[in-house]
């Protein structure tokens, strides 16, 4: 199994609701990933996770809370959000976490997010 | 902070060469990678150079020159599907930085 999944493809949320977005591989990585990415706009990094642990937080707001349960999945959960948080939300996975080497980067396919 | 160009669009016929240049200025550089992206989809992985040289991977070539921040992608005998967007993502401290993207258009 050579993927990584996101559920959902598609979410729209009002400002006041709670939502959660979930990720999963099931190829033995260990650092997992959550991009923000808008139109036309490379991936912008929001979260590592190695080991399980949060090792990296680019500053973003606490309207997003990220929760690794285990080596597999991966959560985002939404609260609060703002109508320009409205984007697609990529989920990676690697082997290693952010050591050198090869640690090519999956990508699962996205959920689209709209904040009305 | 980081700084990566690439261009912005480029059009090539069916059966042609494309070179898609990209140029960074990271720190604590460990490697750069491409990865083509579909209007839509997720990126996929193209290639990985961490040492100068080029790297083939059937019609798919990097380029990477440590010392002057520079690295190519080369596509060769264009297909249609070859259409999408090319990210150039140097990776700085273990993390990966994405160019804005090159979209190559293909035309017939």
């Known amino acids: 199994d050579t993927e990584v999944t996101q559920t959902p493809k598609h979410l729209v949320m009002g400002m006041t609701n709670k939502k959660s977005l979930k990720c999963e591989q099931h190829m033995g990585h260990r650092a997992m990933y959550w991009y923000k990415q808008k139109a036309k706009k490379p991936p912008e990094l929001m979260f590592v996770y190695s080991y399980e642990k949060l090792s990296i937080n680019e500053s973003v707001p606490s309207r997003f809370s990220p929760e690794c349960p285990n080596s597999s999945l991966l959560n985002l959960h939404l609260h609060a959000l703002q109508p320009e948080d409205s984007a697609l939300y990529l989920c990676a996975s690697s082997q290693e976490g952010l050591a050198g080497g090869y640690n090519e980067q999956f990508f699962g396919p996205g959920t689209r997010l709209t904040v009305l | 902070g980081q700084n990566i160009d690439q261009p912005t669009e480029m059009t090539a016929t069916e059966g042609a060469i494309v070179q898609i240049n990209c140029t960074y200025q990271?720190?604590?550089?460990?490697?750069l990678f491409w990865y083509q992206q579909h209007a839509g989809e997720a990126p996929t992985f193209l290639s990985y150079?961490?040492?100068?040289g080029l790297e083939e991977k059937g019609r798919f070539s990097s380029f990477l020159s440590r010392s002057k921040g520079y690295s190519y992608l080369l596509l060769k005998e264009l297909q249609m599907k070859d259409s999408a967007s090319y990210l150039c993502a140097p990776r700085s401290w273990g993390k990966l930085q994405f160019g804005a993207g090159t979209q190559v258009v293909v035309t017939p």
């Open positions: 990271t720190s604590g550089f460990n490697g």
């Open positions: 150079n961490v040492l100068d």
